[in-house]
């Protein structure tokens, strides 16, 4: 059980179970009953600030290595483990970018729209503000191998965050299920690489009952510590935003840990009295991955104060066994059919009012070429939230006047394939193919001047 005076615990999501455990603790799932296990903590021991600006005053000792971190310089609100044990590579670099252009392009007024571009941290995605949190925790248990599974950007950030821990790292992926760009950075940062004749959700079953096995630190986010990081983004987005909530937050589906760190991280800002609302959150999945858009919109799948009814998610993924479904997207990142954080993520739909929508690839390679056209170039899953965020205000779910943040999570290159043959095939509304000409400057001239 928990200890009173720690000032965290683990505690089982399942009302009927509520088991508690330590911190110190090695376990993914809660032991008594199977179930996602959240962090939780005991507020009165610990000395958050006042206001959310006090946060602001860090900048100021940016020297010091853990107020540099955009995911540390918050540490108050996610205190699990001692500064001794917290470890950072400098994520959280990040930038809220205003985006007027693209705000036009969806019929949003001036000034309401911008773009959380996670594609600045260390390896490239969002997963390093998770990873700091999760190998913090690592170090803290005394872990020396760790393993996850992948479809590309969590490998990229495992293998970054293991060497600098000094820990031996495997990731396993699913054979020809990763961008090319993902894929080199497991392997150049050391890790070793096991492609599974499967797809992510084969890798995810394999890695748990390896941990299990080989008593290897699991990275993936069933992982409550990992998502614990991830809560940061949106501090983040609130103290771009000056120290204000927007109206809604867009983020990709996936395997909803943002989401679901998300919605904790909101809940949890209004429990302690910081943000006077909270914003509405959408959740952009593609239709080749529409588990929760299925589960959600088709079957009524509800939190219900954390009793859910497990039997319509059995009943779904019976059907996808029977029928030997396999996702296909080419947003890789969110090809995933059985979501592990997807009742947390129900929490969160609970928590901010939200909605769930699934969009095209071919929607989502056109929203990816607006954004490298008009903004900053991410990877295709980033791209389903503009691609979502045009749904929204065709349907006016979404007014034209309200606030907008839009999660950004990888680097444009980390997925470059889906990015040349847009162009180069000439795929879509913003193609922009290169054009082939003769060695000639007369030629060249003409081409130019044509243009």
């Not at 495997?170 to 797809?199: C, N, W």
Request: aromatic share 8%; proline share 3%; net charge negative.
């Amino acid at each position: 059980m928990a200890q009173s005076t720690e000032t965290a615990y683990q505690k089982c999501i399942n009302p009927a179970c509520a088991a508690e455990f330590d911190c110190r603790q090695t376990i993914f799932k809660c032991p008594q009953c199977g179930d996602l296990l959240d962090i939780q903590y005991n507020w009165d021991k610990i000395e958050v600030p006042g206001k959310l600006s006090d946060f602001g005053r860090r900048w100021a000792t940016r020297d010091n290595r853990l107020d540099f971190s955009g995911v540390w310089r918050f540490r108050e609100l996610l205190n699990f483990c001692p500064d001794e044990y917290r470890v950072s590579i400098g994520e959280g670099q990040t930038i809220l970018q205003q985006n007027d252009r693209i705000a036009e392009y969806l019929e949003i007024d001036k000034g309401c729209l911008y773009l959380q571009y996670e594609g600045l941290n260390p390896s490239g995605s969002f997963k390093d503000n998770g990873m700091t949190a999760a190998f913090s925790h690592a170090m803290m248990v005394g872990a020396k191998s760790c393993a996850c599974a992948s479809t590309g950007n969590t490998s990229a950030s495992v293998a970054l965050y293991a060497h600098s821990c000094g820990l031996k790292c495997t990731v396993f992926i699913g054979s020809g299920r990763i961008a090319f760009g993902k894929l080199s950075q497991a392997m150049d940062y050391g890790a070793q690489t096991i492609q599974i004749k499967g797809d992510f959700d084969d890798c995810m079953k394999q890695v748990q009952d390896v941990c299990v096995k080989l008593n290897l630190y699991l990275l993936n986010s069933l992982n409550p510590f990992r998502l614990e990081g991830q809560k940061t983004i949106m501090y983040r987005i609130i103290e771009q935003f000056g120290w204000q909530v927007p109206d809604w937050i867009v983020v990709p589906g996936g395997n909803l840990g943002n989401s679901s760190s998300f919605g904790k991280a909101f809940m949890e800002l209004k429990q302690l009295g910081l943000i006077n609302k909270i914003p509405r959150l959408a959740i952009v999945n593609a239709t080749g991955a529409d588990t929760l858009t299925e589960l959600v919109n088709a079957k009524n799948l509800k939190w219900n104060n954390g009793n859910i009814d497990q039997t319509i998610i059995d009943k779904y993924y019976k059907v996808l066994t029977e029928s030997n479904f396999s996702p296909h997207t080419c947003a890789s990142a969110i090809e995933i059919s059985r979501p592990v954080n997807l009742k947390k993520c129900l929490r969160a739909i609970d928590v901010c009012e939200g909605v769930v929508l699934a969009v095209t690839d071919e929607e989502i390679c056109d929203a990816k070429a607006l954004i490298g056209k008009y903004g900053l170039g991410c990877e295709p899953a980033s791209a389903a939230t503009i691609a979502g965020l045009k749904h929204l205000r065709d349907h006016g779910v979404i007014d034209a006047d309200e606030k907008i943040a839009c999660i950004l999570t990888g680097h444009v290159l980390k997925d470059p394939n889906v990015t040349v043959n847009y162009h180069k095939n000439n795929e879509g509304l913003f193609s922009n193919p290169p054009v082939e000409c003769d060695n000639n400057l007369d030629e060249i001239i003409k081409l130019i001047s044509d243009d």
